[in-house]
């Protein structure tokens, strides 16, 4: 891995140059998160140093090496970067999809957005914007990935990928001078229960003409930020009803911990939308919703299909988090199916 990533310390191993450690990562600088969290056996967590001077938190897990006659029959496989919502952070994607993923043969790495998890933070009232987010996602691949990669975005993280895929060199038409400054192309995208296109606006009008209930808690629960507080309310926000209390606690408090400020100005976001059409008819896009979500509808996920011309993946059993819920595993399957068909 490039030397842009500034990795931890490694007790009693030797660390190569791409960051891959088969020890737990310890950090070597204070915290940012109260309740730090510690990345699984075969991960580690990175530093990746942005253009502005700020470290972004990385967690990487190597996938599983196929045997040499493998390496002589298949194609290799699309690094994954994951991107991450809003209170959320890399550990999300840590607890289950990247120990998943990698052992399909996929090497994972889960971002920190600026504010978030272990990243720095800029001096701002908020994180930054579409286009600043997706300019560190890109600066990041750029200096540290080889392949194209497979961007997979969750909530507010799919709203970013998507402005993402609609700025990569293959999809804007232009000069090689013009395309310079645009974003390193990828193999494709993941949208999981992505705030759609128009965001979120569209979301809250619905909820308060059809369901003015549900509207008060979701407003409460996010603007408010009464999930920090109240375990039931996290509970129905987020997750499923077969969650166990004591997972949602612990999940609660990494989601109080992982944002000390707010991912965008929403008025400003609202203003800069819908994101722009993509060009290239040709670009993969997988669309991933759950069921049970409490913060995406049904609508909106169909909206989200609409404006990318693809059907949409609805995952029975599976709520808003569903890569931390209590069956994380049916979205991770859908996906690496998607995945598959790509080679």
Same mark, same amino acid.
């Given at each position: 891995?490039?030397?842009?990533?500034?990795?931890?310390?490694?007790?009693?191993?030797?660390?190569? +140059?791409?960051?891959?450690?088969?020890?737990?990562?310890?950090?070597?600088?204070?915290?940012?998160?109260?309740? /730090?969290?510690? #990345?699984?056996?075969?991960?580690?967590?990175? &530093?990746?140093?942005? /253009? =502005?001077?700020?470290?972004?938190?990385?967690?990487?897990?190597?996938?599983?090496?196929?045997?040499?006659?493998?390496?002589?029959? *298949?194609?290799?496989? %699309?690094?994954?970067?994951? @991107?991450?919502?809003?209170?959320?952070?890399?550990? $999300?994607?840590?607890?289950?999809?990247?120990? &998943?993923?990698?052992? +399909?043969?996929?090497?994972?790495?889960?971002? !920190?957005?600026?504010?978030?998890?272990?990243?720095? !933070?800029?001096?701002?009232?908020?994180?930054?914007?579409?286009?600043?987010?997706?300019?560190?996602?890109?600066?990041?691949?750029?200096?540290?990935?080889?392949?194209? %990669?497979?961007?997979?975005?969750?909530?507010?993280?799919?709203?970013?990928?998507?402005?993402?895929?609609? +700025?990569?060199?293959?999809?804007?038409?232009?000069?090689?001078?013009?395309?310079?400054?645009? &974003?390193?192309?990828?193999?494709?995208?993941?949208?999981?229960?992505?705030?759609?296109?128009?965001? +979120?606006?569209?979301?809250?009008?619905?909820?308060?003409?059809?369901?003015?209930?549900?509207?008060?808690?979701?407003?409460?629960?996010?603007?408010?930020?009464?999930?920090?507080?109240?375990?039931?309310? $996290?509970?129905?926000?987020?997750? =499923?009803?077969?969650?166990?209390?004591?997972?949602?606690?612990?999940?609660?408090?990494?989601?109080?911990?992982?944002?000390?400020? /707010?991912?965008?100005?929403?008025?400003?976001?609202?203003? =800069?939308?819908?994101?722009?059409?993509?060009?290239?008819?040709?670009?993969?896009?997988?669309?991933?919703?759950?069921?049970?979500?409490?913060?995406?509808?049904?609508?909106?996920?169909?909206?989200?299909?609409?404006?990318?011309? @693809? /059907?949409? #993946? *609805?995952?029975?059993? @599976?709520?808003?988090?569903?890569?931390?819920? *209590?069956?994380?595993?049916?979205?991770?399957?859908?996906?690496?199916?998607?995945?598959?068909?790509?080679?």
């Amino acid at each position: 891995m490039a030397t842009a990533l500034c990795t931890l310390i490694l007790p009693n191993v030797v660390q190569s +140059n791409r960051g891959i450690s088969r020890t737990r990562a310890v950090l070597t600088r204070d915290a940012k998160m109260k309740v /730090p969290y510690e #990345v699984k056996q075969g991960q580690s967590r990175l &530093f990746h140093k942005l /253009p =502005s001077g700020l470290n972004m938190e990385v967690l990487f897990q190597k996938g599983l090496q196929p045997d040499e006659e493998e390496k002589r029959t *298949c194609t290799a496989n %699309p690094p994954l970067v994951f @991107v991450h919502g809003s209170f959320h952070a890399a550990w $999300c994607w840590a607890e289950h999809w990247l120990p &998943f993923f990698s052992q +399909n043969g996929y090497d994972c790495y889960a971002l !920190s957005l600026l504010g978030q998890g272990e990243t720095d !933070s800029p001096a701002a009232a908020v994180a930054g914007t579409l286009q600043t987010h997706a300019s560190d996602i890109a600066d990041f691949i750029h200096k540290e990935i080889k392949l194209p %990669p497979v961007l997979l975005g969750h909530s507010f993280g799919g709203l970013i990928v998507q402005y993402y895929i609609a +700025n990569t060199r293959e999809a804007v038409k232009g000069s090689d001078s013009e395309k310079k400054s645009l &974003f390193p192309n990828l193999s494709g995208a993941a949208l999981v229960c992505s705030v759609p296109p128009s965001g +979120n606006s569209g979301l809250v009008w619905r909820y308060l003409f059809s369901k003015p209930l549900a509207a008060f808690k979701v407003t409460r629960s996010l603007a408010a930020k009464a999930f920090q507080t109240s375990l039931p309310l $996290c509970k129905e926000t987020f997750f =499923s009803e077969g969650m166990e209390d004591q997972l949602v606690a612990r999940y609660q408090q990494l989601m109080t911990e992982s944002s000390r400020m /707010p991912l965008f100005d929403l008025r400003k976001l609202n203003a =800069s939308l819908p994101v722009p059409r993509l060009e290239d008819p040709a670009f993969k896009v997988l669309i991933v919703g759950a069921k049970d979500d409490f913060i995406v509808d049904r609508e909106g996920l169909d909206e989200t299909g609409r404006f990318y011309g @693809v /059907p949409t #993946v *609805c995952i029975d059993g @599976v709520a808003h988090d569903i890569m931390i819920d *209590c069956s994380w595993r049916k979205g991770a399957q859908s996906i690496l199916s998607w995945l598959n068909d790509l080679k």
